[in-house]
Structure formats: structure tokens, C-alpha cells
């Protein structure tokens, strides 16, 4: 009988690990996974490629090599040296992420060399021993970021420190007295770190500017802006610059433009809004159709490219918007006097014109320059009002809009656009900034007529540039795009909507994912965990941003889309309107790696103010609760995590957290998969989404933390009684980890 012979596809595991391990050696510092190790030692059958990634689980098991993230590994560098960026925590969890691949290695604090937060370092990293995590050590700081934190100041008689509560540092700032620039005992100032010495436990540093006194508003409010890096005063040489241009319109300007002085036009705003950038008009043409204007303040022909204003506009990128008040991008003479569509006053505007039909079809479009006249300002509540009623001022044109804004509206929605309409928290605020009260605002008809025209005016205008025929290449343009959602984020949204009995579709098209979005979304309408879902679904799509590589707009459902209606307080709307009058003269491509810059910039900062905004608002609803200890509210678990439960009042939409070592009557554990917390003896169970009843327990403004505790329908404390057998319970045998007591981190909401 003739012997058997090997196929030349099974190999043995000893030598498939040799193999393996040849590979790893020639890796150096590169990251792989077993698709990569398979295809490089031609290993294609599946076997074999199920072995090798065993081989490499196994060899992370062990110690052999490392697995950075599920299913990626890189082989450990005995002796490493590298660069990275520094992550300095308050709670001693410093790590440097590593420029080669991203990796987070930690760093103790005796091995930092009093890095900060943001610093490029070279750091070396030691051999890892069998089953421990990685360690570097800092050898160098490359390069120190400016760093500044915003803290009180406690004064004594030759010098002075800043106390912080800054989640990247722990200790206090060392002042010498003549570097407290006049500052004492309870003032809010902002310091600046200058040097800290090998063998001092403290950093040292100067005052660079004192807000005010600590818990004063104006100086809390600066504060906020400050910790985000914006501004948080305008320059007076800026202001004096706006204060010099000539708001006059000349006939010679008026005659470069469409003329529509004579068409009936309107704003619709907020009834605290002072800068009014958009107004629509309408006028029924011979035919039967309608002209529809949409009008927006022309702030390009007053603020020229790299002037002071322009300079200064542009490294703000955006106004902000506190609970108490709006930081400008613009200087107010600009923003709420020239450029402002204001009643009554002849205006220069940028404007698209539809001619629509009844059923709010687009039959033709047109984008130019004009002049206009507003003959009224409306609020949203007068608008509506007339919505409502069918009576008041100009309400045949109103009346007519809405049923047009509903009809693209549905349209929109038919193509798959995602409805998200949350309700907004607001706060009503007495003369010294104080919260009195909690409002919420609504998106109703009037709110929904003007965003459905901004919409179209956006979209018409991303398209005009970036929709060309053949194979022309459509110029360099500024477009708002949103990326499809990341399964994995969809993916757990279905899971947990499922919980609550929604259907949310994780696979398939586009239109039909969002379609069942939007079905979830009608079918929670006041609800308990309304709140809570469409938070969580606006969690999981993509952020929006600004680029000029266009991928179209998700969320909205629109191939093309731009921001072209709001340049008094957006950047990017200015850079559209230059470019839209650039290539409306016939203009070549402007240059898109200047274009991308400023595009990322936009980003970035209309990130930083949404941060502050939300800062904003958790100050006041901390400042506004602290007036409520010990009161009693209803509310839903709105997060969980492994250090308590976020609670979300039903009353004012407040959040508090219930922390983990107040639920005494066991040990709870974070089951992070179920979004839940239970108990290891009971197993009593919080879940998101559970209704609860809470009594605000502590206020803390200086963190923005609001604490509350559990109660029972009669108000008392729950599980008081069960104390003492939880603490029993705990000190019997099997008892858990340790507890991590490092202060908590604010969550993101």
C-alpha cells in the first residue's frame, strides 16, 4: 500500500507558529491582524487561517505579543523609544498616545517628568511583563503646550495658588504674589502654567486675567468660555473697525442688484433674537405660480477678505451661545445693526429665488444679489399665531408658506430624512443671572416653515456648484456632510430600542433605516423615554462637518448641501457667499487645501461652542436645583455606567446622578452590554430608561454636578432599612474588588 503524503495545504501547528512568530519578528512596531499574518506566510485555506488565529490569541494570552484592540496585535518592543502626545489626568491615569499606531500607554505620575495634557513627548517604553499592561516612561518634552486653567484663588501673604477642579490636573497652582496681577482670595482667574520643576509637587504659573468673583455670573459664564478656549471678549480694535464702515447703500450699488424693495418681506426670529439674517418673501406671479424669496443678509459686501473684522471672524468661526447670552462672531454694529434684515430699513442681501407651484414644486431657481425691504419682524409665537388662527398681519403669504414648508417637508421625509425634533430646555433668568424657572422650547409650524426654506436655500446652492454635467469637475466648495452611521453604534440603538419595544432597523438601505428612525421617533412622542431615544439616536449617526470633499448630507437625506443662510454668526455661510459671487463672475476654482483648512477649523470650533453651551446649561441647572435640596421629582434613568445612574427629570429635564455608593442595600455591578446596573445579592436592577423617583441631595457649582438619591413613593430613602444587611453581606466571604474611589468623570451628554 502506497503511504500516505501530506496535502500541501495542512501544515502542523508547530510549524504554523514558527511561521507566525518569523512574521512577528519583521513587524517592529506595525500593528496586524490574522487576515494580514495569513496572507503574507500563504496560509488560504480556512483552516489554516483559523489556526493562526488561535496562535495569535494564544500568544497575546501569554504575553507574546500585544493586542492593542480586539483582533489587532503588535509585537512588544523590548527597550522601545518613540513619540506621542501627552494625556495628563487628575485621577493619576496619565497615558501618552503613541504617533506610530495610536495606542494608549500608560505613564505613572513618578515617570511623567510633569508633562501636561497635550504635550508632544518622546517617551520609552519598557519590556511588558508577562501579563501586565504596557508602561512608558517620559525621556524628553518636545514640545509644551500653552496651558491654562481656570480655578479660585486663595491668597496669602507672600504668595498665592489657583484651586481647580480641571480633569487634567490634581494638584494647585503655585502664584508668586508678583504674579497674581492684582488677584485675591475668591476671584475666578484664568493661570497660566510656567514651569514645573523635576522635584516640586506643584506647578507654578501667573495670572493672566480675573474674571470676577467666584459665583458671580458674568464671571462663571466667562469662566465657561475660557475652559473651552474661546473668547470671551471682543477685541476693541475690531470693534472700533466695524464702528467705521458706512452702512449707506448707494444707487450704484442698487443698481448691480435685483431690485425687491417691492415684494412683500418678512423675518420670523425668536422673540430675543437682535440679528436678523434671513427673510422670506412671496409674491403670486401672472401664471398662477409663486415667487418665493429667500433673502440672507449680505455680510460679504461689508467685511472683506483679511481685513481685522475678517481676521477676527475667522479664528471665532461661529457665535456662542450661553444660556444667558451670545458671544458674537461679528461685532454688533455689524451683526445687529448694518447686516441685520431689520424691519423697514432697505438691506443688501444674498438670496435664492424659487419659482414654485402650489404643491411646492421647484420649477425654476436662481441665486443673486439683491435689495430688499422687511415689512414686518415677526416672532415664532406671532407666526404661529397666525398659523393657528388663520388672522393677522400678512397671513395669506404665511398661510401659503406653511403649506408649502409642510410639503417639502414630507417630501423630505419620504427620501428618507431623519425627523429629530427634541425638545430644547431653557431658562428663565432674573436681573443677577440667576435661574427662576425652566421652559421648554418647542419646534412648532412656524419654527418647521422657516427651517424647510433654509433647507431648500442650502441645498440649492451646494448643488448649483457641485452638480455638473458630464465629466466636468465641479470647483472647489465648502459643503455641511454627514457620514452614514457606524453599524456597530446603529446596531446597539436597535438593541436597546428593542428593550423598550421599537423597531429600529439596523441593516438595508438608507431610506429604509431612517424611515424606521422616524417611525420610532413619532411613535415615543410624549412618552417617558422620548427624551432618552431620540438622544440616543442622534448618538448614533456621524457627526455633521464642514470639507470640501462632498459626500452628501445622511441625516437630511440630500446629496448636496451647504450652510448658506446664517453668515452673521457661521464663518463657513461667508466663505459660500464669497465663492457663490467668485463663480457667479465667472471666477476659476478657488484653492482647496485653504478652503479644507478653514473647513477643519469650523469644525473644530463649532464643536468647542457647542461643548460650552452645554456647560452653560449644566451650571444653570446645577445653580437652579441648588435651590431645590431635598425636593422630590420624578424622572428616567438616562445612563448608566459603573459609577451610578444618570437621572433625567421629567419636570425640567435636568440631570443628576445617583452615585453607586449610595445604592447601599448591595453591591452593584455595570453590566455594560444591558445598559444596567445589578445587584450582586438581590439582584435588584436599574436600567436604562427605568422610571424612578429622586430627591436632589447635593448641588456642587464648582464641578457642575448635581447628586440625588433614590426615595420610595413616600419620599424616604430607599432601601434604608437594608443597609446594615448589605454591609454584612459585603464582608462576608466573596467580596468584591476594591472599588475605584478616583473622582467621577462628568458624562458627555
Not at 49 to 64: N, P, V
Not at 576 to 597: D, F, I, Q
Not at 620 to 636: I, P, R, T
Request: with cysteine.
Amino acid at each position: 500500500m502506497a503511504k500516505k503524503t501530506a496535502s500541501p495545504n495542512r501544515t502542523s501547528a508547530t510549524e504554523m507558529r514558527r511561521r507566525v512568530e518569523l512574521y512577528i519578528d519583521r513587524q517592529q512596531n506595525n500593528t496586524f491582524n490574522y487576515k494580514q499574518v495569513a496572507h503574507a506566510i500563504d496560509a488560504l485555506t480556512g483552516p489554516q487561517q483559523r489556526l493562526i488565529a488561535e496562535i495569535l490569541a494564544d500568544m497575546a494570552a501569554s504575553g507574546d505579543i500585544i493586542e492593542t484592540t480586539p483582533g489587532k496585535y503588535k509585537a512588544p518592543q523590548r527597550n522601545n523609544v518613540t513619540t506621542g502626545t501627552f494625556v495628563r489626568r487628575s485621577n493619576g491615569k496619565n497615558s501618552v498616545i503613541t504617533d506610530d499606531d495610536g495606542e494608549a500607554i500608560f505613564v505613572a505620575e513618578r515617570n511623567s517628568m510633569h508633562a501636561l495634557n497635550g504635550d508632544r513627548v518622546k517617551v520609552h517604553i519598557a519590556a511588558r511583563r508577562r501579563g501586565a499592561e504596557p508602561e512608558a516612561e517620559v525621556i524628553e518634552i518636545i514640545e509644551k503646550k500653552d496651558q491654562t486653567f481656570i480655578g479660585t484663588l486663595q491668597v496669602e501673604k507672600h504668595f498665592g495658588y489657583l484651586l481647580t477642579d480641571s480633569k487634567f490636573l490634581a494638584t494647585d497652582i503655585f502664584i508668586p504674589r508678583a504674579k497674581l496681577k492684582g488677584g485675591k482670595t475668591g476671584d475666578k482667574a484664568i493661570v497660566r502654567i510656567t514651569d514645573w520643576q523635576a522635584d516640586a509637587k506643584n506647578p507654578r504659573g501667573e495670572v493672566i486675567d480675573i474674571l470676577g468673583t467666584t459665583g458671580e455670573n458674568n464671571a462663571e459664564m466667562h469662566a465657561i468660555l475660557a475652559e473651552f478656549g474661546l473668547p470671551y471678549r471682543y477685541p476693541e480694535n475690531v470693534t472700533k473697525a466695524a464702528d467705521k464702515i458706512d452702512a449707506g447703500i448707494t444707487p450704484e450699488e442698487i443698481a448691480k442688484r435685483v431690485d425687491m424693495r417691492g415684494v412683500t418681506t418678512f423675518t420670523i426670529d425668536p422673540r430675543d433674537a437682535k440679528d436678523f439674517d434671513d427673510a422670506l418673501s412671496i409674491r403670486r406671479l401672472p401664471d398662477g405660480h409663486y415667487e418665493v424669496g429667500v433673502h440672507i443678509a449680505d455680510v460679504t459686501h461689508y467685511v472683506k477678505p483679511d481685513t481685522l473684522i475678517d481676521r477676527e471672524a475667522q479664528k471665532r468661526a461661529t457665535s456662542v451661545y450661553l444660556v444667558d447670552r451670545t458671544v458674537p462672531m461679528l461685532p454688533e454694529h455689524l451683526c445687529n445693526g448694518i447686516c441685520s434684515l431689520r424691519p423697514d430699513e432697505e438691506k443688501l442681501a444674498f438670496s435664492c429665488i424659487f419659482k414654485m407651484d402650489e404643491n411646492a414644486n421647484v420649477l425654476d431657481s436662481r441665486i443673486c444679489r439683491t435689495v430688499i425691504k422687511s415689512d414686518r419682524r415677526f416672532t415664532y409665537e406671532e407666526a404661529q399665531d397666525v398659523i393657528e388662527t388663520g388672522n393677522g398681519d400678512f397671513k395669506e403669504e404665511i398661510l401659503t408658506l406653511d403649506q408649502m414648508a409642510k410639503k417639502l417637508r414630507q417630501r423630505r421625509f419620504d427620501e428618507g430624512s431623519v425627523e429629530f425634533d427634541r425638545v430644547e430646555v431653557r431658562f428663565e433668568i432674573d436681573e443677577e443671572g440667576h435661574p427662576v424657572g425652566v421652559f421648554f422650547k418647542e419646534s412648532k409650524e412656524a419654527n418647521k416653515l422657516v427651517e424647510e426654506f433654509m433647507l431648500l436655500a442650502n441645498k440649492t446652492v451646494a448643488s448649483f456648484i457641485g452638480k455638473v454635467d458630464g465629466r466636468k469637475k465641479a470647483k472647489a466648495f465648502v459643503y455641511r456632510v454627514h457620514d452614514q452611521p457606524d453599524p456597530g453604534k446603529l446596531a446597539d440603538f436597535s438593541a436597546l430600542s428593542r428593550n423598550f419595544g421599537y423597531k429600529v432597523k439596523s441593516q438595508g438601505s438608507a431610506k429604509e433605516v431612517n424611515r424606521s428612525i422616524n417611525k420610532m421617533l413619532k411613535d415615543v412622542k410624549g412618552r417617558g423615554e422620548e427624551n432618552l431615544l431620540s438622544t440616543l439616536a442622534i448618538r448614533s449617526m456621524a457627526k455633521a462637518v464642514y470639507t470640501t470633499h462632498n459626500i452628501g448630507h445622511y441625516g437630511l437625506a440630500f446629496d448636496y448641501y451647504t450652510h448658506f443662510t446664517s453668515p452673521i454668526r457661521r464663518y463657513p455661510d461667508m466663505m459660500v457667499h464669497r465663492l457663490l459671487e467668485r463663480y457667479l463672475a465667472g471666477g476659476r476654482s478657488a484653492n482647496l487645501a485653504k478652503l479644507e483648512e478653514q473647513c477643519k477649523h469650523s469644525s473644530e470650533m463649532e464643536q468647542l461652542a457647542a461643548n460650552a453651551e452645554r456647560a452653560s446649561i449644566k451650571y444653570k441647572q446645577v445653580e437652579y436645583l441648588g435651590d431645590h435640596l431635598g425636593e422630590v421629582y420624578e424622572g428616567v434613568i438616562s445612563g448608566v455606567t459603573e459609577w451610578g445612574l444618570y437621572v433625567e427629570l421629567d419636570e425640567n429635564k435636568c440631570e443628576g446622578l445617583v452615585p453607586v455608593r449610595d445604592l447601599a442595600d448591595d453591591y452593584y455591578e455595570f453590566d455594560e452590554k444591558n445598559y444596567c446596573l445589578t445587584g450582586r445579592r438581590n439582584h435588584n436592577r436599574y436600567r436604562l430608561g427605568d422610571k424612578v423617583r429622586v430627591k436632589v441631595a447635593r448641588a456642587n457649582l464648582e464641578r457642575k454636578q448635581l447628586d440625588f438619591a433614590l426615595v420610595d413613593d413616600m419620599g424616604r430613602p430607599l432601601h434604608e432599612d437594608t443597609k446594615a444587611a448589605a454591609a454584612q453581606s459585603l464582608n462576608s466571604g466573596g467580596a468584591p474588588k476594591k472599588r475605584n474611589n478616583a473622582k467621577r468623570p462628568s458624562r458627555k451628554k
